[in-house]
């Protein structure tokens, strides 16, 4: 299965050649002559679509929920983090008030 | 404020020798087109494939400004948003191919798509980049595409096979030749072999391996329990291995 995996990921890269006439000539246009028919295109869905993309939140917690297994690896480095450096700084502050009661 | 600018403008016209450079190339390609039957097949093969990888090349290039561009044609520069377009019409069109094996609708999408970026792109934050705008923008409406084909197809009608031949633009791979050869003949039966197969199981795999979808969205695109999806795409791989092995016996 790992060759297939490594022709499947060469195909990201690949791109199919338009048989007929330029397809940026079709677009570019299409894009000249836009009819209402065209503006109806920006419904509902799309305008949902939108929303969404431009909506930091949204694409925060999309990308937690879609890749569960990283955020967790990240929580879980700063919860050590965190828990090391409160051991340490309290070793410390020990060391201090210990070298305090001797003098 | 001036030197900002003044560097701008150097790249945007950087960028923009590069496309006249590219459309030469195209028309380049254009006349070699006409004398092919005059021309040996390998020797036309070998141009085709220099010219394209300066194609997919230069496309490379840009992914690195394409943010001025966007700028640009937020407010409304028509040549930056021409830009865009010469930029990512074949990516577009060959996402839309993939998922609706037909070479119609994957224009008739790719028109709609740039459409949509051209009435709506003086809304868009940037919060992702255009590249993953765009695609997502392809995928859902290859999807809504799909669910009316759906709709309206006769059931009892069997899948047509594909048979339409499409003309892949490779990118460079490495120097060995021969091994390059061979990967890209690989590729190309790949190719041949995820257009061949049924819906059920090409969209899974096309949105999981080619587009980066999690298998949640994935779910939520089409309809299906993540289980089934799954299930699916590793039957999808499945397939390929097994018609793969099939054609290198013979």
Request: a positive charge.
């Given at each position: 299965?790992?060759?297939?995996?490594?022709?499947?990921?060469?195909t990201?890269?690949?791109?199919?050649?338009?048989?007929?006439?330029?397809?940026e000539?079709?677009i570019?246009?299409?894009i000249?002559?836009?009819?209402?028919?065209d503006?109806?295109?920006l419904?509902?869905?799309?305008?949902?679509?939108?929303r969404?993309s431009?909506?930091?939140?949204y694409l925060?917690?999309?990308?937690i929920?879609?890749?569960?297994?990283?955020f967790?690896l990240i929580?879980?480095f700063?919860?050590?983090?965190?828990?090391?450096?409160?051991?340490?700084?309290?070793?410390?502050?020990?060391?201090?008030?210990?070298?305090k009661?001797?003098? | 404020?001036?030197?900002?600018?003044?560097?701008?403008?150097?790249?945007?016209n950087?960028i923009?020798?590069?496309?006249?450079?590219?459309?030469n190339?195209?028309?380049?390609?254009?006349?070699?087109?006409?004398?092919?039957e005059?021309?040996?097949?390998?020797?036309?093969?070998d141009?085709?494939?220099?010219?394209?990888?300066?194609?997919?090349?230069k496309?490379?290039?840009?992914?690195?400004n394409?943010?001025?561009i966007v700028?640009?044609?937020?407010?409304?520069?028509?040549?930056?948003?021409e830009?865009?377009?010469?930029?990512?019409?074949?990516?577009?069109?060959?996402?839309?191919?993939?998922?609706?094996?037909?070479?119609?609708?994957?224009?008739d999408i790719?028109?709609?798509?740039?459409?949509?970026?051209?009435?709506?792109?003086?809304?868009?934050?940037?919060?992702?980049?255009?590249?993953t705008?765009?695609?997502?923008?392809?995928?859902?409406?290859?999807i809504?595409?799909?669910?009316?084909?759906?709709?309206?197809?006769?059931?009892?009608?069997?899948?047509?096979?594909?048979e339409?031949?499409?003309?892949?633009?490779?990118?460079?791979f490495?120097?060995?030749l021969?091994?390059?050869?061979?990967?890209?003949?690989?590729l190309?039966?790949?190719l041949?072999?995820?257009?061949?197969?049924?819906?059920?199981?090409?969209?899974?795999?096309?949105?999981?391996d080619?587009?980066?979808?999690?298998?949640?969205?994935?779910?939520?695109?089409?309809?299906?329990?993540?289980?089934?999806?799954?299930?699916?795409i590793h039957?999808a791989?499945k397939?390929i291995?097994?018609?793969?092995l099939?054609?290198?016996?013979?």
């Open positions: 299965m790992n060759n297939i995996d490594k022709y499947l990921k060469a990201k890269n690949i791109l199919i050649k338009p048989q007929k006439s330029s397809i000539d079709k570019l246009s299409r000249e002559n836009l009819s209402e028919e503006k109806k295109l419904d509902e869905k799309f305008l949902n679509f939108l969404k431009n909506s930091r939140i925060t917690i999309e990308k929920i879609n890749n569960p297994g990283k967790l929580l879980f700063l919860i050590g983090f965190l828990g090391f450096s409160i051991y340490f700084i309290s070793l410390v502050l020990k060391k201090l008030s210990s070298s009661n001797k003098s | 404020m001036n030197n900002k600018n003044s560097k701008e403008n150097n790249e945007i950087i923009e020798e590069r496309i006249k450079e590219n459309e190339v195209n028309e380049n390609y254009k006349e070699d087109e006409d004398e092919k005059n021309k040996v097949e390998g020797e036309n093969e141009k085709y494939e220099d010219e394209s990888e300066d194609v997919i090349l496309q490379k290039d840009f992914g690195f394409d943010k001025q700028e640009k044609a937020k407010r409304g520069d028509k040549a930056a948003f830009q865009l377009v010469k930029l990512y019409s074949k990516y577009v069109y060959t996402t839309a191919f993939f998922m609706m094996r037909d070479t119609h609708d994957a224009e790719s028109q709609e798509v740039f459409v949509k970026v051209y009435l709506s792109i003086s809304n868009f934050r940037g919060l992702s980049s255009f590249k705008w765009i695609r997502k923008l392809t995928i859902n409406t290859c809504d595409k799909l669910r009316i084909k759906a709709k309206t197809s006769d059931k009892k009608v069997g899948l047509e096979s594909f339409d031949s499409f003309e892949i633009i490779f990118p460079s490495n120097h060995n021969e091994k390059n050869f061979l990967t890209r003949e690989t190309k039966e790949v041949d072999i995820i257009v061949q197969m049924d819906e059920s199981y090409r969209i899974p795999l096309i949105l999981r080619l587009q980066d979808y999690s298998y949640r969205e994935i779910a939520s695109l089409i309809n299906k329990p993540i289980g089934t999806v799954k299930t699916n039957r791989r397939i291995k097994e018609k793969l099939q054609k290198n016996k013979h």
